[in-house]
Nanobody, 122 residues
Framework: QVQLVESGGGLVQAGGSLRLSCAASGRTFSSYARAWFRQAPGKEREFVGAIIWNGGFTYYADSVKGRFTISRDNAKNTVYLQMNSLKPEDSAVYYC???????????????WGQGTQVTVSS
């Protein structure tokens, strides 16, 4: 059974940092793009950032550019999201996803985790 499991969420004050992890099991995703999306209450899911299969290229939503960094460790089948300078508007459930195609559209992603809550207090 293929699973993506996020961890590392929690409550943090504005200006603080969190590091999310997404560990995959059941198959290897070393040839897949990996991405993070988020969804706040009452809002649509939005793209946060993605990393290509070998980690050689990353791309981000404008709202997080310069503050968030995606990395991956294919040996561990894991992707990370380092979030710095957090703002209250970053509060959401964060989901990791995997796709052989990549991109910013969630419909292009075939595998999803269950999500981890990030709450940023002002």
């Amino acid at each position: 059974q293929v699973q993506l499991v996020e961890s590392g969420g929690g409550l943090v004050q504005a200006g603080g940092s969190l590091r999310l992890s997404c560990a995959a099991s059941g198959r290897t995703f070393s040839s897949y793009a990996r991405a993070w999306f988020r969804q706040a209450p009452g809002k649509e899911r939005e793209f946060v950032g993605a990393i290509i299969w070998n980690g050689g290229f990353t791309y981000y939503a404008d709202s997080v550019k310069g503050r968030f960094t995606i990395s991956r460790d294919n040996a561990k089948n894991t992707v990370y999201l380092q979030m710095n300078s957090l703002k209250p508007e970053d509060s959401a459930v964060y989901y990791c996803a995997a796709s052989p195609r990549g991109g910013i559209n969630g419909l292009r992603y075939d595998y999803w985790g269950q999500g981890t809550q990030v709450t940023v207090s002002s």
